[in-house]
Structure formats: C-alpha cells, structure tokens
C-alpha cells in the first residue's frame, strides 16, 4: 500500500536540542544578546522547529539585525555541534528493516547541514532524496518539500507516510495529503508510534 516512508530530522531521527540550543546560543553571543533560556518553552519550540531563517527573524525581527544574524549562522561550522546530536533508539536498525522495500526521505527544515549529518552518523545511503529548507522555496509547513519528494518517487501522496514530531510537521503532511504519522507526539494523525520500529505495523 505504501512505497515510501519520508522522515522528519530533528526530534525524529536525533535527539538534536542541545545541538540546535548550542547552534544559537553562538549566534546570540555573536549578536551580543543575552543567552537564550531553556526554560523558555515558547523559544525552544521556535528554534527546534522552523527553518533557520524563520528562527532569526523570530529573535531579530529588525531586518539589518536578521541580516547580520544569517551571516554569523553561515559562518558557524555545524561539524562541532554533531557531537551533541543522539540518534534515536532503533532508528538505524527500522532503516535497514524498510530498504529494499520502500523508498527512503528525508524532509526537514534544517538547511545546509543535513548532508553532513547524515554523512557523519553513516546514514546517507539509506535514503534517496534528502529535502531541506535550501532546496525549497517554501519550507514547512508549506507542502513544497513533501511534493518534491512524491514527485521523484513518482508517487501518489497516499502512497507515503510521513514521520514528524511537530504541528508543523503535520501541517505539511496534511496539506500534501500525505498520511502523517506522529513520532512520539500527541497530534492528530493517521498514528501514532512511540518507537522506530511500529513503523513497519504500517506497511
């Protein structure tokens, strides 16, 4: 019924807060601003969940500010942030359950680092297309990201499954018409899974 399963990145894939938390905080030092407060749901939610140039515009709505923010987040090397990243438990093992037998996405709004990443967890040759916040004009929850992935699969969006943890995420599913599985989230979905591997009950 289902010929591909798309994922979302961060909270899904990785445990990535303290990766994307560190990602601004070095901003905001560069930017002379106070650090940013954990404790703060509301901006810990915005920073873990849109793309990185809706973030800077969160915190520096004035657009010279912006512009300087998005110039010291380009000049930040992502690479010293990996460590911090923690795959999710049984995430490689459900991948090598679903290759051969569904295509494999990826649809996220980080933008130049997904490459990387995925590179440097060995993940990379599990998935076919990799769509992030760079190669669309409209990331999340715009639909964008989510067609261009049906459309180099050429599939239709009831023939996908997409693996989120946000209402962003379900936005863009529900938009696209993809059925939207929500990882550890309690959103309305087409299901629910708490671990990796339910995925596969799906198929």
């Given at each position: 019924m289902?010929k591909?399963?798309?994922?979302?990145?961060?909270g899904?894939?990785f445990?990535?807060?303290?990766?994307?938390?560190?990602f601004?905080?070095?901003?905001?030092?560069a930017m002379?601003?106070?650090p940013?407060?954990?404790?703060d749901?509301?901006?810990?939610?915005v920073?873990?969940?849109?793309?990185?140039?809706?973030?800077l515009?969160?915190f520096f709505?004035?657009?010279?500010?912006?512009?300087?923010?998005?110039r010291?987040?380009?000049?930040?090397?992502?690479?010293?942030?990996?460590?911090?990243?923690?795959?999710?438990?049984?995430?490689?093992?459900?991948l090598?359950?679903?290759s051969?037998?569904v295509?494999?996405a990826v649809?996220?709004?980080?933008s130049?680092?997904?490459?990387m990443v995925?590179?440097s967890?060995d993940?990379?040759?599990?998935f076919?297309?990799v769509?992030?916040?760079?190669?669309?004009?409209?990331p999340?929850?715009?639909?964008e990201?989510?067609i261009?992935v049906?459309?180099?699969?050429?599939?239709?969006?009831?023939?996908?499954?997409?693996?989120?943890?946000?209402?962003v995420?379900?936005?863009?599913?529900q938009a696209a018409?993809v059925?939207?599985?929500?990882?550890r989230?309690?959103?309305?979905?087409?299901?629910?899974?708490?671990r990796h591997?339910?995925?596969?009950?799906?198929l």
């Open positions: 289902y591909a399963v798309i994922y979302d990145c961060d899904v894939m445990d990535s807060f303290e990766a994307n938390l560190e601004y905080q070095r901003i905001m030092r002379g601003r106070a940013l407060d954990r404790a749901e509301e901006h810990m939610r920073l873990h969940t849109y793309a990185n140039r809706e973030v515009a969160h709505p004035d657009p010279a500010e912006w512009e300087k923010a998005v010291h987040a380009g000049a930040l090397d992502y690479r010293e942030l990996v460590p911090l990243m923690v795959m999710e438990d049984g995430f490689r093992e459900t090598e359950a679903l051969g037998r295509d494999l649809c996220t709004n980080r130049t680092s997904m490459d995925l590179e967890f993940l990379a040759r599990y076919g297309i769509m992030t916040a760079s190669k669309v004009a409209n999340k929850p715009h639909p990201p989510l261009k049906l459309d180099h699969y050429g599939i239709a969006p009831a023939e996908a499954l997409f693996v989120g943890d946000s209402d995420d379900r936005q863009a599913a018409g059925p939207f599985v929500a990882y989230a309690d959103f309305p979905a087409h299901a629910r899974i708490e591997s339910e995925i596969l009950g799906l």
